[in-house]
């Protein structure tokens, strides 16, 4: 039948002329492990009943050099700590570079991309995007400019001087003020996700955070592995392989706490790229734990990580559609509920 | 304005948005039970609002060709036909519908129809206000809730975060001002600062819609429903009206005849924001294991 505005499609066989929406028993959508058996449900000639984000991939994508950009910071933070200058310059450089990525998928994604900086108008406490913005607003400028130092800091000597000498100073403040403010940079994105009306990712909210921050540590770590010497990558190896580990405990306690919803994790795509990030991930991490200072080792570890969160992120994202454009996973949980007698009713 | 209630629970709206003595909330309470899916709700809202197309097509699905609301459907009937419903016992009572026929039993069509006009909620808690950055969304003196149009800059949250599905980003036509940002029904804000009945309301010829106090209109459907019920049209139930409810009650509520579902509206929403203290809390947690699990990998190894 026809399925304007690509919402209802899929859901062919509950659409009949002139026939009435009745009880459709959901769609096997060729699952390949099914958690818990189809319900019967009710909906309006299978249409959807909330609203998938209008986002495009772009947010996945932030979602992901977000994760980079934090971690990066941390990393870079405690390398220059440490005196660990090629680690530092890694984390520095990873940093930069999953910023500016993330800024243009950010305001790509807006229907007015003119408008990027409405975002500034109000601070809201209600709206995990508006406080993202402003940890974003907060995070960005210091890790950018401990990133310029770094990148000055690779001038000839001869041109440091003058103002380009007070870069080079700022760059170890700035760097440790961008290092403090990048937990909250992995963390929210999971909140963003969580504080919305898609099942798979509202349900997920106890413990996507964790997913999120693991994934970010496993991708920096990553990232740091294939670009820093690997005589000074030892504490990104045990950062990546501490938040592999993180990333798939907490995965798999968040789908069996979801309820219905975790399904969407399992099937179609979204079970595609989850299932190729837990073996991105735990190949990824056996390989920075046992590879040590190995140098082919590192990079294809380190890129197996960084693939690893980047299938995360698309699985967790493309879930959430899947969820949000299936009545089923609005309606069963919300009917099971009433028929329980369990309707969430405020309680004096 | 942060009050005890201001994410969950009973409450009046816009004093808790900071209007000091606003004029009293205004909703809608659809009455589905004298709906005749006639349209004119939708017109009359396309014409006064100046909303776009929304889409040309045959859908199959009754008289349902409006698919569904949207940000070019501020209004949508549904049009459901269903078996009819024969009472077990005829209790000789006033029927609603079409007078007595003598066309017998068996030749009738066997199947109903119900029909009703959906729009946005106006919830108490209202999950796209709560999280549009920009504060483009914004709490009207009269207790609804109105997009601006010149500060939203189309992020589409509150389109993932309404639990009905009502606010969409438009699409189209192209060249149309308003694309790209969030639309969705103001219950005619101008219309109602100039003392005037939504166009929706002023134009069903039913009395289907019918626009008022809230606190009013909750009474009339009470009364409504116990009607119905004294007539023996047990499936009459309300729909929205429970200020204790997942979204503290709308400000558009409904009488309905069958599971909410039917009518794609869902069972039992919830504001997603009713969960929010507790996402950042986790958020918190998760972002200083990640500062511990950073240090923790230097410390171990510093020489």
Redesign the interface.
Known sequence: ??A??G??SGSGTQ????????RSRGRNRGADRVMVPDAD?????G?????????EHDIAYYLFTGGVA??SS??A???D??DRPGLRRAGRIGSLVALLLSIVALVH?????S??L??L??V?L?????VG?WILSLHGPFAGLASAAELVGMLPTRWQRGPVRLLLRLGRPAGLVG??T???V???T??LL?????PA??DA??????V??GS??AASGGWAMVTAPVAEA???R??AV??AA?ELLMAHRMEASMGLSAETLHTGSAGRWMRASKVLTAAGAAGALLGGRSRVLSVVSGTALMAGSFCTRLGVYEAGMAS?RD?KY??VP??E??ERGE????QG | MIGRNSLFGPLDPAPDAGYTDPPKRKGFFTDTSVCIGCKACEVACKEWNDVPENLFEMLGTSYDNSHSLNANQWRHVAFIEKPATKPAVDLGMPAVGAPVSDVPEDEKPDFQWLMSSDVCKHCTHAACLDVCPTGSLFRSEFGTVVVQDDICNGCGYCVAACPYGVIDRRKGPEGDPKVGIAQKCTLCYDRLTDGQRPACAAACPTESILYGDVDELRQRADERVALLHERGVMDARLYGNDPDDGVGGTGAMFLLLDEPEVYGLPPDPVVTTKDLPRMFTRAGQAGTALLIGAALSFVRRRR
């Open positions: 039948m026809n304007p505005q919402d209802g659409v009949r002329h002139g026939g009435s929406p009745g449900f009710t909906s309006y000639y249409r959807p009943i909330v609203k998938a984000a209008p986002w934090a971690g941390l990393l933070g405690g390398a700590l440490t994604d807006l229907g007015k991309p408008r990027f409405n975002m108008r109000v809201k209600t709206s995990p995007m508006s913005t290092a403090v990048a937990p909250p992995a963390a929210y999971a909140v969580a504080d919305t009306a898609t990712w509202h909210h106890e413990e996507l955070p964790f999120f921050c970010a540590a030892g504490p990104a045990t950062f501490g938040g993180v949000a009545p609005t309606v919300q009917r509920r009433v309707q969430v009713r405020h």
